[in-house]
């Protein structure tokens, strides 16, 4: 029982009230990720928890040269515990807190639309119908932090090949999954930070097709944990980072473009390409640097120029030569 840990001892007991603080005090928040499934399961057990922490499993992958970087990759423990799935509350540790139940087998994600051959993958199928490489890549979130993730994947373009794009496709639309039971941000609007769901989003079928844009089902060598958007995620990374929808249930190939939840929400604030600009300011904030969230909080993370394109300029530039980028922001 809780009291009975060596913990108590030095945390103020108001602390004790609140079981996400609880878990913050003992450090399990950090530790967390580095121990068996069984054990993390476990530990939640001592604080009367229903639910069992989530369980990662190893991926078979080959790391692909091609996408290295020249700087150091984002601690696992920050990327899996500093997030953003509105499904799951607007703070930053919501996600990790409230997604560990998160059924993610069996899971459906279907390709529809204007395709040749529409597909339904089930989670085994899923995790191997395409050869796992792993890419690190840059994620430059719309509100200025951005972290370097090393996801385990495969590229959009390859599971588009096999349902064949019809000629009639010229955009693609993506939805996570809408099940309120399971994401509390979908019962309470307030806690959903006032989206419509299920949450959507979209890219230009040219845009899909470029060999960085990358669906996501692992990460640091191991499946993804519910916060990051398990089962798949879509990782774009010259995009904000809130084109990159996690917990996907469906593809859909579309003659139109198709409308996205933060557009829909503030399209003011937000456009359909959102590429990431240092030259093109939010209107409430610049966009000119960003925090790289490393070793440490939030507030010692280092203040670094944002590059445009996210610095993945070579691969996507000539996508929008004719496109004015103040305009189709
Ligand atoms: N996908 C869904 N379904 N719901 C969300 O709230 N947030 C987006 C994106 N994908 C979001 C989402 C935003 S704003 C960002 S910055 C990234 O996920 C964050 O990914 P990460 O938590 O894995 O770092």
């Known amino acids: 029982m809780p009291w009975e840990l060596p913990a108590t001892e030095v945390t103020p007991e108001s602390v004790f009230r609140d079981r996400r603080n609880i878990v913050k005090a003992l450090g399990l928040g950090a530790i967390g990720a ?3 499934g069984h054990v993390q399961a476990g530990l939640f057990d ?5 639910r069992e922490a989530f369980v990662t499993s ?10 290295q970087l020249p700087e150091s990759l984002t601690p696992l423990d920050k990327v899996t515990r500093h997030n953003n799935f509105y499904e799951f509350g607007t703070g930053k540790q919501d996600p990790f807190e409230n997604s560990q139940g998160l059924k993610v087998n069996p899971w459906m994600l279907k390709v529809e639309g204007e395709v040749e051959r ?3 993958l089930d989670y085994d199928i899923l995790l191997k119908l395409l050869p796992l490489e792993e890419r690190h890549y840059r994620l430059r979130c719309v509100e200025a932090w951005s972290m370097v993730i090393p996801w385990v994947g ?3 373009a390859a599971l588009l090949a096999k349902a064949g794009v019809k000629s009639s496709a010229t955009h ?3 939805e996570t999954l809408f099940d309120p039971e399971q994401m509390p941000g979908q019962r309470n609007r307030l806690m959903g930070g006032g989206i419509h769901y299920p949450y959507v989003e979209g890219l230009r079928l040219d845009e899909a097709m470029n060999q960085l844009s990358f669906l996501s ?4 060598g191991k499946t993804l944990p519910p916060q990051n958007g398990a089962p798949v995620r879509l990782v774009v990374p010259w995009k904000y980072g809130f084109k990159s929808i996690k917990s996907i249930v469906k593809i859909r190939l579309l ?3 198709p409308p996205t939840s933060w557009n829909q929400l503030a399209p003011h604030e937000y456009g359909f390409y959102a590429n990431v600009n240092p030259r093109v300011d939010h209107p409430r904030w610049s966009q000119a640097t960003e925090r790289r969230i490393a070793e440490g909080g939030i507030f010692s993370a280092k203040r670094i120029p944002t590059q445009m394109f996210n610095g993945y300029g070579e691969q996507v530039a000539h996508l929008y030569r004719d496109l004015d980028l103040r305009k189709y922001y």
Do not use: C
């Open 58 to 67: 190893n991926l078979n992958y080959r790391s692909n040269p091609e996408f």
């Open 118 to 120: 529409p597909l339904t």
């Open 217 to 220: 089902v692992g990460l640091y």
């Open 154 to 156: 495969f590229p959009l």
């Open 172 to 174: 693609v639309a993506f």
């Open 34 to 36: 580095s121990i068996p």
């Open 255 to 257: 003659d139109k473009q």
């Open 46 to 50: 001592l604080f009367g928890e229903k």
